[in-house]
């Protein structure tokens, strides 16, 4: 009965062993408040679970840092939205100093209308001209003095305001080789491992261009965009190797997105935990062996 005890405890410490990693994952995530507005306004980026890497956090808008903040795990920096940034839905993301990132994203709205106010004109009025009657002293006799008095009109002047326009342009972006209004590449996929599936959508192209996939010299991939400038292609790699890698998109502009490339450590894992397995089975059969050669004797 001792025996078997031992063999339920050694079996319960091996479980414990291989559920602990799973626990301690945290999942990245960034977000917007509020999650949309005009060009110009102000949002404040919130983000959680970036528990490994000091330094500093980014946050990206259209390719470029639109912000950065001392590192904490879990914090949150105010930015302003790109005056000029056209109406329509961007993508942005936070990324600390290991290039972990959570990605979200913001609606540019319509910029609410101004409002001029025009003050009334100011009315004024004319007295009528005073008429004196005529004076007769006999035997002399005057001509009728008549005296007109007039009060001269007031003009007024209505001023309109009008709000002065902002001179401040959106950054350039850092990767793409064409203004971030000309057009956009999105990979379904911040992360990929070698084999993984991965797919290209992007705008800005001319209407009917062909579109050529490229990333390390080499054609990853190839299509036509629509009537709309737009396009979605998978991405092959023929091969690739662990990091950061761009893919280009040529099609009369160059749009360019990034992607990682990691390996996977699934398998380092499960080797310790059958090595540790091993172990303490081969502890439980030593004492078992103990025990039976103290009973023959």
Same mark, same amino acid.
């Given at each position: 009965?001792?025996?078997?005890?031992?063999?339920?405890? !050694?079996?319960?410490?091996?479980?414990?062993?291989?559920?602990? #990693?799973?626990?301690?994952?945290?999942?990245?995530?960034?977000?917007?408040? #509020?999650?949309?507005?005009?060009?110009?306004?102000?949002?404040?980026?919130?983000?959680?679970?970036?528990?490994?890497? /000091?330094?500093?956090?980014?946050?990206?808008?259209?390719?470029?840092?639109?912000?950065?903040?001392?590192?904490?795990?879990?914090?949150?920096? =105010?930015?302003?939205?790109?005056?000029?940034? $056209?109406?329509?839905?961007?993508?942005?993301?936070? =990324?600390?100093?290991?290039?972990?990132?959570?990605?979200?994203?913001?609606?540019?709205?319509?910029?609410?209308?101004?409002?001029?106010?025009?003050? #009334?004109?100011?009315?004024?009025? =004319?007295?009528?001209?005073?008429?004196?009657? #005529?004076?007769?002293?006999?035997?002399?006799?005057? +001509?009728?003095?008549?005296?007109?008095?007039?009060? +001269?009109?007031?003009?007024?002047? @209505?001023?309109?305001?009008?709000?002065?326009?902002?001179?401040?342009?959106?950054?350039?972006?850092? &990767?793409?080789?064409?203004?971030?209004? &000309?057009?956009?590449?999105?990979? *379904?996929?911040?992360?990929?491992? +070698?084999?993984?599936?991965?797919?290209?959508? %992007?705008?800005?192209?001319?209407?009917?261009?062909?579109?050529?996939?490229?990333?390390?010299?080499?054609?990853?991939?190839?299509?036509?965009? *629509?009537? $709309? %400038?737009?396009? /979605?292609?998978?991405? /092959?790699?023929?091969?690739?190797?662990?990091?950061?890698? /761009?893919?280009?998109?040529?099609?009369?502009? @160059?749009?360019?997105?990034?992607?990682?490339?990691?390996?996977?450590?699934?398998? %380092?894992?499960? =080797?310790?935990?059958?090595?540790? !397995?091993?172990?303490? !089975?081969?502890?439980?059969?030593?004492?078992?062996?103990?025990?039976?050669?103290?009973?023959?004797?």
């Amino acid at each position: 009965m001792r025996s078997l005890g031992l063999l339920v405890a !050694l079996a319960a410490g091996v479980t414990v062993l291989v559920a602990t #990693p799973a626990a301690a994952q945290q999942q990245l995530t960034v977000t917007a408040s #509020p999650n949309s507005g005009p060009a110009g306004s102000s949002a404040t980026f919130t983000w959680s679970g970036f528990i490994r890497c /000091k330094g500093t956090m980014r946050i990206n808008w259209g390719g470029s840092v639109l912000a950065t903040a001392p590192w904490v795990a879990n914090g949150s920096v =105010t930015a302003t939205i790109p005056a000029g940034t $056209k109406v329509g839905t961007y993508t942005f993301t936070a =990324t600390d100093e290991c290039q972990r990132m959570a990605r979200n994203q913001f609606v540019v709205t319509v910029p609410p209308p101004v409002t001029t106010t025009t003050r #009334p004109p100011v009315t004024t009025t =004319t007295n009528p001209p005073v008429t004196n009657p #005529p004076v007769t002293n006999p035997p002399v006799t005057r +001509p009728p003095v008549t005296t007109t008095t007039t009060t +001269p009109p007031v003009t007024t002047t @209505t001023t309109t305001d009008t709000p002065s326009s902002s001179s401040e342009t959106p950054p350039s972006s850092t &990767d793409a080789l064409t203004n971030a209004d &000309d057009g956009v590449l999105v990979l *379904d996929k911040e992360n990929i491992q +070698p084999g993984d599936d991965l797919t290209a959508t %992007g705008t800005g192209c001319p209407k009917g261009a062909n579109v050529t996939l490229k990333s390390l010299g080499q054609d990853v991939g190839q299509t036509t965009a *629509d009537d $709309k %400038g737009e396009f /979605k292609s998978p991405v /092959k790699f023929a091969n690739i190797e662990p990091g950061r890698h /761009k893919v280009r998109a040529e099609c009369g502009i @160059t749009l360019v997105g990034n992607v990682d490339v990691t390996l996977s450590s699934s398998s %380092g894992g499960t =080797t310790s935990t059958l090595v540790v !397995l091993l172990f303490f !089975l081969l502890v439980g059969a030593a004492m078992l062996r103990r025990q039976f050669a103290g009973l023959r004797r």
